[in-house]
Protein backbone atom coordinates (compact mmCIF):
# COMPACT_ATOMS: atom_id res chain seq x y z
CA UNK A 1 0.00 0.00 0.00
CA UNK A 2 2.80 2.45 0.78
CA UNK A 3 4.49 1.41 -2.81
CA UNK A 4 1.27 3.39 -3.86
CA UNK A 5 1.36 6.23 -2.10
CA UNK A 6 4.62 6.58 -3.32
CA UNK A 7 4.51 5.89 -6.71
CA UNK A 8 1.34 8.73 -7.05
CA UNK A 9 3.20 11.15 -5.34
CA UNK A 10 6.14 10.90 -7.61
CA UNK A 11 3.80 11.26 -10.52
CA UNK A 12 2.53 14.44 -9.13
CA UNK A 13 6.15 15.92 -8.81
CA UNK A 14 6.58 15.47 -12.55
CA UNK A 15 6.98 18.60 -14.60
CA UNK A 16 4.76 19.88 -17.67
CA UNK A 17 7.22 20.47 -20.26
CA UNK A 18 6.51 22.76 -23.34
CA UNK A 19 8.10 23.39 -26.22
CA UNK A 20 8.12 27.02 -27.88
CA UNK A 21 8.17 26.79 -31.55
CA UNK A 22 11.55 27.69 -31.68
CA UNK A 23 12.56 24.91 -29.87
CA UNK A 24 10.61 23.04 -31.85
CA UNK A 25 12.05 24.00 -34.77
CA UNK A 26 15.69 23.79 -33.88
CA UNK A 27 15.26 20.20 -32.45
CA UNK A 28 13.61 19.11 -35.79
CA UNK A 29 16.58 20.62 -37.68
CA UNK A 30 19.56 18.43 -35.46
CA UNK A 31 20.83 15.83 -37.28
CA UNK A 32 19.28 12.17 -35.98
CA UNK A 33 21.69 11.75 -33.68
CA UNK A 34 21.55 14.84 -32.22
CA UNK A 35 18.02 14.96 -32.41
CA UNK A 36 17.73 11.52 -30.27
CA UNK A 37 20.04 13.38 -27.29
CA UNK A 38 18.39 16.35 -27.15
CA UNK A 39 14.50 14.30 -26.93
CA UNK A 40 16.22 11.91 -23.92
CA UNK A 41 16.75 14.91 -22.05
CA UNK A 42 13.46 16.71 -22.90
CA UNK A 43 12.02 13.52 -21.84
CA UNK A 44 14.19 13.77 -18.68
CA UNK A 45 13.30 17.30 -17.73
CA UNK A 46 9.57 16.10 -16.52
CA UNK A 47 11.50 15.27 -13.21
CA UNK A 48 13.03 18.65 -12.86
CA UNK A 49 15.13 19.86 -10.62
CA UNK A 50 15.46 15.94 -9.63
CA UNK A 51 17.12 14.65 -12.82
CA UNK A 52 20.22 13.50 -12.16
CA UNK A 53 20.86 11.84 -15.68
CA UNK A 54 20.95 15.86 -17.17
CA UNK A 55 23.36 18.09 -16.43
CA UNK A 56 21.67 21.77 -15.66
CA UNK A 57 23.23 25.01 -14.91
CA UNK A 58 21.45 27.97 -13.59
CA UNK A 59 21.70 31.04 -15.41
CA UNK A 60 23.00 33.64 -13.28
CA UNK A 61 21.05 37.15 -14.70
CA UNK A 62 18.21 35.33 -15.56
CA UNK A 63 15.73 33.98 -12.28
CA UNK A 64 14.28 30.51 -13.36
CA UNK A 65 16.50 29.76 -16.49
CA UNK A 66 18.56 27.08 -17.07
CA UNK A 67 20.81 25.09 -19.75
CA UNK A 68 20.57 21.45 -19.96
CA UNK A 69 23.36 20.04 -21.55
CA UNK A 70 22.09 17.89 -24.49
CA UNK A 71 25.51 16.20 -26.11
CA UNK A 72 28.70 18.04 -26.65
CA UNK A 73 27.56 19.96 -28.96
CA UNK A 74 24.35 21.36 -28.32
CA UNK A 75 22.57 22.39 -25.47
CA UNK A 76 18.63 23.73 -23.95
CA UNK A 77 17.70 26.99 -22.57
CA UNK A 78 14.45 26.27 -20.63
CA UNK A 79 12.70 28.09 -17.76
CA UNK A 80 11.15 26.38 -14.32
CA UNK A 81 8.55 27.52 -12.51
CA UNK A 82 5.21 26.41 -11.39
CA UNK A 83 6.28 23.18 -12.01
CA UNK A 84 6.58 23.25 -15.52
CA UNK A 85 9.61 23.60 -17.72
CA UNK A 86 9.02 25.47 -20.64
CA UNK A 87 11.77 24.84 -23.23
CA UNK A 88 13.00 28.19 -25.81
CA UNK A 89 15.78 26.53 -27.83
CA UNK A 90 18.30 24.34 -28.81
CA UNK A 91 21.74 26.20 -29.70
CA UNK A 92 25.11 24.95 -30.79
CA UNK A 93 27.09 25.12 -27.92
CA UNK A 94 29.60 27.34 -30.21
CA UNK A 95 26.92 29.63 -30.86
CA UNK A 96 26.44 29.87 -26.96
CA UNK A 97 29.85 30.75 -25.91
CA UNK A 98 30.01 33.54 -28.68
CA UNK A 99 26.79 34.72 -27.53
CA UNK A 100 27.94 34.87 -23.67
CA UNK A 101 31.62 36.68 -24.85
CA UNK A 102 28.97 39.52 -26.00
CA UNK A 103 27.48 39.58 -22.81
CA UNK A 104 30.57 39.91 -20.93
CA UNK A 105 31.65 42.59 -23.14
CA UNK A 106 28.44 44.61 -22.87
CA UNK A 107 28.59 43.92 -18.71
CA UNK A 108 32.08 45.25 -18.77
CA UNK A 109 31.37 48.33 -20.89
CA UNK A 110 28.83 49.04 -18.57
CA UNK A 111 30.91 48.89 -15.60
CA UNK A 112 33.13 51.57 -16.85
CA UNK A 113 30.15 53.61 -17.93
CA UNK A 114 29.65 53.41 -14.43
CA UNK A 115 33.20 55.26 -13.12
CA UNK A 116 32.77 59.08 -13.15
CA UNK A 117 36.68 59.62 -14.49
CA UNK A 118 36.69 57.41 -16.71
CA UNK A 119 35.09 57.47 -20.53
CA UNK A 120 35.66 54.89 -22.82
CA UNK A 121 35.71 56.44 -26.94
CA UNK A 122 33.33 55.51 -29.19
CA UNK A 123 35.46 53.86 -31.56
CA UNK A 124 36.99 51.25 -28.50
CA UNK A 125 33.02 50.55 -27.59
CA UNK A 126 32.94 49.32 -31.30
CA UNK A 127 36.09 47.76 -31.79
CA UNK A 128 35.21 45.06 -28.91
CA UNK A 129 31.90 44.57 -30.27
CA UNK A 130 32.90 44.38 -33.71
CA UNK A 131 35.82 41.45 -32.58
CA UNK A 132 33.48 39.38 -30.71
Same mark, same amino acid.
Given at each position: ?43 ? *? ?15 ? @? #?? &?? $? ?34 ? *? ?15 ? @? #?? &?? $? ?7
Amino acid at each position: MNVDIESNNQQLMKSKVTLLNKAQIALDALPTKDQEKATHVINC *LEEFPNCATVETHKLKF @I #PN &YF $IARAGVKYRIIFQFQDQEVTIFDIVNHDRLERLYRN *LKVIQMIDWFWKIDDFK @I #PL &YL $ILFLVVRI
